[in-house]
């Protein structure tokens, strides 16, 4: 069932997303190659402990950590650990945090010195996929209409387009309805009505849309070993029209890309 949001909810959940924007922006001014995934996760973690907000993956599902951090090939899910990022990595970041008994939950694909042009575009097209995702979600539109969005402009690219993880509700739990994949066919599923809350994350693999599930029941990496990106914000639907929550500005002034 589809929890639809008050106007003083959705300000609730716009301060939550706002801890994460800001914890990514730590995030961007710090990770670079010889950095490693636990130091950052540290950071994150007392960063939003600091803004009096509670890390939002740790301890959920029995996730042992503040990020999810997915290098290269990694889709999602990926575990921090004591490994530096290395000259031409991409890694994606993805937080979650717990603010006045709301989730927020966003991510951001990182490129590290000096990566191949092939692999930035991935990142690009990912991105703009995103946005595609966010530009449908209107009133006009039904649910699945954010998916076929998502799913012609990655695929226009010749990207394969994950199906097995997708993008969710989101409130007072991390995980509610609607589930929002990241293809499909048009105007299937519920009618997008205001006070939908929902974050959208595309995931895109530069080759094969199949992915691995790894035996720590957590890691996920692209079928063919080529590399991942992931982009991800929380949107609310007000006035028939996407409001987006949460922001990427922190991370791209830090990264002098804005
Ligand atoms: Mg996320
Ligand atoms: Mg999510």
């Known amino acids: 069932m589809i929890k639809y ?3 003083e909810e959705i300000e609730l959940m716009r301060e939550a997303a706002l801890v994460v924007s800001r914890t990514l922006g730590e995030i961007a001014k710090v990770i670079k190659p ?15 402990r600091d803004q009096g907000a509670v890390p939002g993956f740790l301890g959920l599902y029995d996730f042992p950590n503040t990020l999810c951090i997915s290098p290269n090939e990694q889709v999602v899910h990926g575990f ?6 290395e000259d031409g990595d991409i890694v994606s970041v993805d937080c979650g945090a717990i603010l006045n008994g709301y989730y927020g939950d966003h991510a951001y694909t990182f490129e590290l010195g ?7 575009e991935l990142c690009k097209v990912t991105k703009e996929s995103l946005y595609k995702g966010i530009e449908a979600t209107n009133a006009s539109n039904r649910i699945s209409d954010i998916g076929f969005a998502i799913q012609q402009h990655a695929e226009a690219h010749g990207y394969g387009v994950v199906r097995e993880l997708v993008g969710h509700g989101i409130g007072s739990t991390m995980h509610e309805d609607p589930q929002i994949p990241n293809y499909g066919k048009r105007g299937r599923g519920k009618k997008i009505k205001n006070g939908l809350t929902i974050a959208i994350e595309p995931m895109i693999n530069m ?6 599930q790894h035996a720590d ?14 982009f991800e914000h929380d ?14 500005d922190y991370i791209e002034e830090a990264l002098g890309i804005k």
Do not use: C, M, N
């Open 5 to 7: 949001k008050t106007a």
């Open 34 to 48: 010889g950095v490693t995934g636990l130091q950052l996760d540290k950071l994150a973690e007392e960063y939003i």
């Open 80 to 85: 921090p650990t004591d490994v530096p990022y």
């Open 114 to 120: 000096d990566v191949a042009p092939e692999v930035r």
């Open 207 to 212: 080759g094969t849309e199949k992915i691995i």
């Open 217 to 230: 029941g957590w890691t996920i990496t692209t079928g063919d070993g080529k590399p991942s990106a992931h």
């Open 235 to 248: 949107v609310a639907v007000v006035d028939g029209k996407p409001v987006i929550l949460s922001t990427f």
